[in-house]
C-alpha cells in the first residue's frame, strides 16, 4: 500500500513516543483505553476510529499519513509464524505447551463444546508486589462462543 | 521406560475419572490443588509428591503403576510443537500472533529487561456471567526475573 | 482416552453407515441436522446431544462405547496441519492462496475490523445443474464479529 | 520483470482507488465485474483484457505502466505458502481443518470422484443482516471436474 | 474406515500382480485401460467402476474386501508432502525447478491466463531405443482450463 | 556476482522481447533451439554459447553485460523450494503425488532398476486442437540411466 | 508390499551377517562386490541380480523371502529427508554447507555446464594410516554429464 | 560488520579473477594451496593469513577493504540451510541419501565409534578421463575422532 | 536390527536401574565413570567396551541381548531434531540463541579460526549450594580444532 | 524503530572496536563486566545501564544514537531460528542431540522436577592449556527454578 508500512508505522510511533517521554500507561490516562491496546495500535494490530486517531496525533506530533494509516485494518500477526525466539514471548507458548491441553479441559468442563473469542477479548497486565520478587499478572477474558450445529 | 506412556497415563486417569463421575472441580476440592494443576497431571506435564500420588490414587482408585508413574519427572510438551488445529487452543496462539509485542512492551515498561517465569508459575480459569453471554478468564501469574549481568 | 479413537470411531461409523446402505443426505432427513454436520460429527469434529447420539445409535446399530464417544468434546483438526495432497480439498486451499487478500478487503470494506466467525458458522453444499457440466456450490455463513477495544 | 513488481502494482491500485474514494462495490458497478474479481485484479491474481484494463485506468487514473501490467498472466499466490497468521484469513484455514474431510465426503456422495474446480469458479461475498449480529455469506461455485481415466 | 487401509490395500495387489506373474503392460491388455492408470489404481489413486473391479478381481484371484475397496473414491497422495528422496521421482521436482517458470510461460503464451487440467488428464510412459542409451518419454496430456471472471 | 542478478537478467531479457514484441515461439524459429529451453536460458537455468548469445543480443539489442551472463554457469531453480503457489505449476506437483509411485513402478518394470536423466533432457510442449476444449501436451524425455554396482 | 519392509529387511541381513561374524570387509571378498555397495544393498538402496542374491542368501543363510526382496526395485533413501542428528553423517551435511558452492565452481571450471551422476558412481571408503591420528579417505567418483541443449 | 558482506565479497572477488582471466587451477599455481580451498575462501567460508591475503589481493588488484575481510573468521554456510535446487549440489545430498547409512557402518567398522573430522579435512577434485564419458573424482579425507569417554 | 530398539534399550536400563535403587550418581562410583557419560550411555548415545557392559550389567542385573546391545555403535541423537517442548532442555537451545554469536566470537578471539570438538569432550553438572538458590553448574570442555588449509 | 536496527548496532559497535584494537578480554579488564556479557550486548541481546553506556561510548568513541540504543530492551534471539550452519555453534546444538536428555536426567536426578534460568544465569570461556592441544571450557551457571504447585 501506499500508505507507511507496518514496520515504519511502528517505528515512527515508538520514535514519537520516545521523543515526548511517555509511557504506555501515559498513554492510557491520556486516551481512556487501556495500555496493551494502545501498543497493539503501535505494532499495526488494531484500528483506530478517527476521534482516537486525532487525538493520539496531537498528544504525540504525528505527520498526517500515520494518523490515516492508523484508521485502515491491518493484515495482523505481529510475530512471524514460527516459534518465537525472544525470551519473554517465548514463555507463553511453552506456557501453552505444558497447559494448552488441561486448559481446554478445564474450560469446556466449564462451558460445553466451544472457544473463548480472541476478538471478543481484552488483555491486561498487573504488577503484584511481593517480598519473593514482584509478580506478572497477564489478565485474559474473551467471550465464550459455543460451536453451532445445523 | 517401562512406567507407562504418557498417553496410557492420561487414558487411564482420565477413564478413572470418568468412572467415578468427577469433575476436574471435584478433585479441586477433594486434593487441595488447582483443578487446572491436576489437570496438568494428568496430562503428564507435572509431578505429584508421594502423598498426593496416594490420595488421588485413593479417590480414582488407580492401579500402583500409575501411582508410580504420577511420582517421575515427566518431559513436558503436551502438544506437537507445530501450529495446533483444535480452534480453542489455536486462539492462545493468535492471542500472542496480535498481542505478543505489545505485551513485551508493556511487560518491560513496568519491570525493566527480564520475563514473566513460567516455572514460578500459575493459571487459572474463571467464568464470568454476563447476560450478553458468559466470559472464559484466564489469569496467569509468574515471577518476574531480571536478566543477570555478569 | 480409554474412549474409542477419533479415527477408530470415524471407521466404525462409516462402516455402520455403509452396511445400512445410507448417505450422508438421508442422515440429513433421519436427524433433521445438515449432512455437512453429521459428515462433522463422523469425523470426530463435532458434538452430539444425548438425544442425537441415541437418534444415530439406533438408526446404525451402534455400540454403546461409539454412542459415549458422539457425546465428548473433541480435539479438532481432520486434517495434518499442512499443506493437504488430496486434490479436491487443496483446491479450497489454492482459493484462498488467489483469492484469500481480495476476500479480506472486500468483507472489511462491508462489514469494518472484525472476522466471519468460523464457530457461530454454517456450510452448505448444493449441486447447480448446467448443461456444459454440473457445479458445485458451498455456502459457508457466519456471524461477523467486529473486534473488541478495552 | 521491468513491469511493476504485484506488490508495487497493488500498492498503486489502493492508492489510486483511495484517491478517489471508491469502494470495490462502486467498481463493481462501474465495471459490470463482481468486486471480489476486481479485488483478485488489485492483488495481481488475475488478467484484464484491454478493454477492461482501459476503463480501470480511466475510472482510477492510472499510469500507462500500471494499465500494461494489468494484461500480464500473473504469478499466482497472494499469501506467503505457510499458514496465515491474520485471524480473517486464518478461519478459512480452519473451516478446512474442522470441515474439509466432511466436505469432500459429502461433495463426492453427490458427485462421485473428482473435484471442485477452483479455475471455472466465482467467488461471491454478502451481508446478511440479522438482529442478533449480521452475518457474513461466502458463496463458492465451482464446475465439477471428473476424473478421466484412460 | 472399516476397509483395507490404501497401504494395506497396495500391498495386496501387487502381492497377487506377483503370485500370477503379471506385469502392468500385462495387465493393460486384460483391462484395456493404460498401465499407468492401473498402477494409479494399485497405489489408491484412482477409483473402478463395479465392471473393471470384477475383471481384476478374476485376474487376480482378490478378495472381495479389496474388490469393494477398488471402488471407493480414495484421500489421494501418494507420496509425503515433500520432497521425495528417492532419485527417479526427485528428477520430476527437479524438472520442475529448472523448467518450471519456462513452462508456465511458454504454456501461457499459446493458450492465455489458465492451467492445464490435472484432472482431465492422461499420462503414458514409452520406451523410446537409442544406440547410445534408451530413452524414457513420458507424455502428459490435459485439458486447457481458462481462468473464469465473474 | 559483479554479473547482473538472476532475476534482473530474467527482467531485462523478458523486457527487451516484449519491446521487440516477439514471442517465445519467434525465438525458436530465429535460434533453431526449442522455445521451452529459450525460455530457461531467460529464467537463468541454462547456459548459452558465445555463437548462441551473440545471435540472441542482435536479436533483442542486448547490453553487453547481459550478453555475458548468459555464458554463466548458473546456480539453478527457478522455483523457492517449497511446495509452489502458481495453480498452473502446482498441478504438475500434483501429478507427481498422484502418479508419482505408478509411474517409477511402470518405468522400471520396463527399464530395471535406475532414473530418467533430468540433464540428457528434452522438454516440448503442444497445442492439441479439440472440440471439447484445447489440451496442452507436454512431452519429457530423457535418457535412462541404469544404477551401476563396484 | 507382501514383502518384508525396508526396515525389517535391514535388520534380518544385519542380525545374520552378525550371527555368522562377517564384516562388510569379508563380504567384499566373498562376493566381489564393493563393502560399500553391499553396505547398500543391506540397507535397501540397491537391488541384487539373482545370482548376487543367491550367494549371499548361502553366505549368511537367509530365507528365501529376503531372498526374493534383495532383487526388488527399491524405494530410496535410507535417511529422513530432513537434517542427520548422528554426528558422523551430519558432517557430510556440513562439508557440503562450508564447501558445497566452491566444489560447484571448481567442478564446472574444469567440465562446463553439468553435473557428476550419483547414478553411475562408486563411493569407497580407506584407512589411510597416520602416526598423528589415523584419517578416513572418502572417494566419490561418477560421470560427468553435460546439460543437453534442443 | 562494517566489512562488505559476504555476498559482497565473493562477488567482488569473482570479478577480480575474471578481469584478470585466471581460473582457480591458475590461482592454485600462483598461491601454493589447491584450487577447492582458494573457492571456498572467495565464498567467505575460510581464512586467510595475512601473508595469503597480501599475495592474493597482489595478484588480482583487491581493495584493500577487501584484503582485510579475508582474514576475518566467518560465519560459515555457503547455502540456505534447506535442500539445495541447484542438480549439482543436490547429488550429493541424494549420495547421503543413498549411501549415508551404509557409509556409516563401513566406516565404524574399520575404525570404532567416532567421526571423520571436517575440520581436520581436505577435498580434491580431479578429471578422471575415460572414453565412455569422463568422470568427476572428489577425494574427501578427514581425520578420525574417536569418541571420548570420561 | 534384531538388537533391541534405542527406546526399548532405554527403557529397559531405566527399569532395571530404578529396580535396584541407583541413582546416576551411584553408577559413577560403581563404574568409574562420570554419570552424564553413562546416562549417555542409557539413552543409546555411547558405546561401552565388554568389561564396561559386564559391570553394568552383573550390578543392574541385565539381559544379555541389552549387554550386547550396549557394545553397539549407535545411530545417534537422543531428541527430535526440532526445537524441544522440554523446559528444561529447551532453556540451552535459548541459551544458544541469545549467546551463541557471542560465544563464537569470543572463543575465537582466544583461539582462531576453529571450532570447540563435540567428539573429544566432556560434559558435568555439579550443584553449587546458594541460600538464594541453589545453581546449577555446566561445565563443557573440548578440544580445540583448528581449520586446516591445504 | 528509528533507533539504530540490531545489526546496524553489532556492526558499528564491531568497527569500532577493531579501529580502536580492542579484544573482548580487554573490554572485560575496562568495564569490570564478563566478555562473553560485553559481547551479547553488542549483539543487541542485552541491555546496558546508562553508566555502562557512557562508559563503553568513551571508550570506543560512540555516536550517541549507539550510545542510546544500548539501553533498550532488545528483542532477543541471535540467530535465526533453524539448525544453524556454522560448524562452532551447530556443535553446541549436537552436545543437546547427544547429551540433551542424559543432561536432564541427572539435573532432576539431583534437584528435582525444575529447570535451571537462563535469566539469572551466568556464561564463561576458558582456554586449557594442553600438550595434545588447547582445550575450550565453557561453564553454564543457572539458579535452579523448581516448578511451582497452586
Redesign the interface.
Known amino acids: ?3 507507511p508500512s507496518p514496520s515504519t508505522l ?3 510511533l ?2 514519537a513516543k ?1 521523543a515526548k517521554g511517555l ?3 501515559d498513554l492510557e490516562v491520556a486516551l481512556g ?5 494502545i ?2 495500535l ?2 499495526g ?3 483506530a476510529s478517527p476521534e482516537e486517531a486525532e487525538k493520539l496525533a496531537t498528544l504525540l506530533g504525528l505527520d498526517p499519513a500515520i494518523t490515516a494509516a492508523l484508521q485502515e ?1 491491518p ?5 512471524d ?45 498487573d ?2 508486589e ?1 517480598p ?19
Open positions: 500500500m501506499a500508505a511502528t517505528a515512527s515508538m520514535a520516545k509511557s504506555f500507561a483505553l487501556d495500555e496493551v491496546w501498543a497493539s503501535f505494532y494490530q488494531a484500528t485494518f493484515t495482523k500477526g505481529s510475530l509464524p514460527v516459534i518465537p525466539t525472544d525470551p519473554l514471548i517465548y514463555r507463553f507458548y511453552e506456557i501453552m505447551q505444558v497447559y494448552g491441553m488441561p486448559l481446554k479441559d478445564v474450560i469446556q468442563e466449564k462451558f460445553g463444546d466451544g472457544i473463548m473469542s480472541a476478538i471478543d477479548f481484552t488483555l491486561d497486565v504488577k503484584v511481593d519473593k520478587g514482584d509478580r506478572v499478572k497477564v489478565t485474559m477474558c474473551g467471550k465464550f462462543l459455543p460451536y453451532k450445529k445445523w
